[in-house]
């Protein structure tokens, strides 16, 4: 079965520090990954995707993310965080010719000031 | 452009009483699709639409109906409401096919079913 995992409902990190949100996936054939977040008391909004080419994938707000194929892993990532990058983060895939999303439970991440 | 619209914003439904959501974009995206959003579950599509006059049912369909007389707008309705249906709703629109393309969502409607 198709499947994404978020292993982390939550992560917390201090402003200035570097952030990782984990993903992993788990679909037939070659995937199609994404990532999104959602502030509070709003709708989800797109940060990146990888469908082919480079590992790292770049995106809004200074994100980015990495395709590891053998651990079957995306990872976000961002260098410095900043105290508004607090919000819920939702890792989505599909794979091969099933054009399904399958979406993650979502990782709650809080930017210490 | 304005994107994906939903109204209401908020609604607050009696047991039994049926009433429309309503979704508008205005991105010409053949793809839209509704989702629910509970908490600790994620979110879980009802159902969705690849163009004008084609709908088909999601994971959770039951309960709601859809149709797509326009590529613009796709509504969801509510047949008959339940304390279950108690969730945020959103709406999607992509150029391509959910799994494909990257999905532009509407702020949400928060319904709540007494």
């Known amino acids: 079965a198709q499947s994404v995992a978020q292993p982390e409902d939550q992560v917390n990190v201090a402003e200035g520090n570097p952030l990782t949100v984990k993903c992993t996936y788990s679909v037939s054939g070659n995937p199609y990954l994404f990532w999104y977040v959602q502030y509070p008391n709003r709708g989800l909004q797109f940060l990146l995707k990888y469908i082919t080419g480079d590992n790292l994938v770049k995106g809004s707000y200074g994100f980015e993310a990495e395709f590891n194929k053998s651990q079957t892993s995306f990872h976000l990532k961002k260098p410095s965080a900043l105290v508004s990058d607090s919000a819920l983060y939702f890792c989505?895939?599909?794979?091969?010719?099933?054009?399904?999303?399958?979406w993650g439970l979502g990782t709650s991440l809080a930017v210490n000031p | 452009n304005a994107g994906v619209t939903q109204t209401p914003k908020f609604q607050v439904l009696k047991t039994g009483q049926s009433m429309t959501l309503q979704c508008a974009q205005d991105?010409?995206?053949?793809?839209m699709s509704w989702y629910r959003q509970d908490p600790g579950m994620g979110l879980r599509l009802i159902h969705y639409s690849v163009g004008a006059g084609i709908t088909d049912q999601g994971e959770v369909p039951n309960g709601y109906n859809v149709s797509r007389s326009t590529t613009e707008d796709f509504p969801l309705r509510l047949l008959s409401a339940a304390p279950s249906q108690t969730s945020v709703y959103f709406c999607?629109?992509?150029?391509?096919?959910?799994?494909?393309?990257?999905?532009?969502f509407g702020p949400g409607t928060r319904l709540t079913v007494t």
């Open positions: 999607a629109s992509s150029y391509l096919q959910g799994g494909r393309g990257e999905q532009y």
């Open positions: 991105m010409n995206h053949e793809y």
């Open positions: 989505a895939a599909s794979g091969g010719n099933n054009r399904k999303l399958i």
